[in-house]
Nanobody, 127 residues
Framework: DVQLQASGGGSVQAGGSLRLSCTTSGFTFDDYYIGWFRQAPGKEREGVSCIRSGDGSTYYRDSAKGRFTISNDNAKNTVYLQMNGLKPDDTAVYYC????????????????????WGQGTQVTVSS
């Protein structure tokens, strides 16, 4: 079974940092994406960043560029999201997800394109 386990959330003050981890298991496909998504109360789930296996291409929503960095450790089957310069608007439950097969550039951060999801981890940023 495909499984994803997200961890690393917490409460920080504005300007602080957190590193989220997503540990995966149960699949050995060559071409897949691991994405980070978030959902704040009363809002739709939105894509934050993703990384493609193989060539390691990375993608970010505009508000994450320059502050967040996604990376992977293949030996540990883990994808990280380093979040620096956190803002209160970053407060949300963060989820990691995966999909297999190629994605169009415009769809890399679309939650609807991801089939397998982990449980969320809460990130709270206070002002």
């Amino acid at each position: 079974d495909v499984q994803l386990q997200a961890s690393g959330g917490g409460s920080v003050q504005a300007g602080g940092s957190l590193r989220l981890s997503c540990t995966t298991s149960g699949f050995t496909f060559d071409d897949y994406y691991i994405g980070w998504f978030r959902q704040a109360p009363g809002k739709e789930r939105e894509g934050v960043s993703c990384i493609r296996s193989g060539d390691g291409s990375t993608y970010y929503r505009d508000s994450a560029k320059g502050r967040f960095t996604i990376s992977n450790d293949n030996a540990k089957n883990t994808v990280y999201l380093q979040m620096n310069g956190l803002k209160p608007d970053d407060t949300a439950v963060y989820y990691c997800a995966t999909r297999f097969g190629r994605l169009a550039l415009s769809a890399t951060l679309s939650a609807a394109q991801y089939a397998y999801w982990g449980q969320g981890t809460q990130v709270t940023v206070s002002s």
